[in-house]
């Protein structure tokens, strides 16, 4: 396979697997705003930020 191709394709793995974790860290702070009986004193998460 091409170096720079090879190079491309690892490059853009670690920008997607940032994004997943991001998007994983957003999913779980919206779980948590909308649970109803999760304590409010859990995390100081405003769901007006999301």
Do not use: F, G, Q
């Not at 170096?3 to 940032?18: H, N, Q, V, W």
């Not at 994983?24 to 995390?43: D, E, G, M, N, W």
Request: hydrophobic letters at 40%.
């Amino acid at each position: 396979m091409d170096p720079e191709l090879l190079k491309r394709i690892t490059a853009r793995r670690a920008e997607l697997d940032e994004l997943e974790e991001r998007l994983a860290a957003r999913l779980i702070t919206s779980a948590v705003c909308r649970c109803p009986r999760a304590p409010s004193t859990t995390s100081p998460i405003y769901c007006d930020a999301i």
